[in-house]
Nanobody, 126 residues
Framework: QLKFVESGGGLVQPGGSLRLSCAGS????????VGWFRQAPGKEREGVAC????????YSAEPVKGRFTISRDNAKNTVHLQMNSLKPEDTAVYSC???????????????????WGQGTLVNVSS
């Protein structure tokens, strides 16, 4: 069974940092494209960052460029999202997802049909 377990969310002050983790089980993350998505209250889900399989490209959404970094630890079969300089508008439930069908990753959630994490809440507030 393919599964993601997420961790690392919480309450942080504006300007602070958090690192989210997504541990995969039942599959090798290095063979999948992985994306991070978020959904704020009353808003649609949006793609935040993605990492292609193997040595493929990464992409970040404009609102988080220069602040968020996605990376993969193959030894631990885990993908991380390092979030720096957090803003109140980053408050959302963050989820990771995996896709093995596309050549490269993308920021559209429709690509990711195989595995989704349960979501972790990030609350940026003073």
């Amino acid at each position: 069974q393919l599964k993601f377990v997420e961790s690392g969310g919480g309450l942080v002050q504006p300007g602070g940092s958090l690192r989210l983790s997504c541990a995969g089980s039942g599959f090798s993350l290095n063979l999948f494209n992985v994306g991070w998505f978020r959904q704020a209250p009353g808003k649609e889900r949006e793609g935040v960052a993605c990492l292609s399989r193997g040595t493929g490209p990464t992409y970040s959404a404009e609102p988080v460029k220069g602040r968020f970094t996605i990376s993969r630890d193959n030894a631990k079969n885990t993908v991380h999202l390092q979030m720096n300089s957090l803003k109140p508008e980053d408050t959302a439930v963050y989820s990771c997802a995996a896709d093995s069908l596309s050549s490269f990753c993308g920021l559209s959630s429709y690509r990711y049909t195989e595995v989704w994490g349960q979501g972790t809440l990030v609350n940026v507030s003073s």
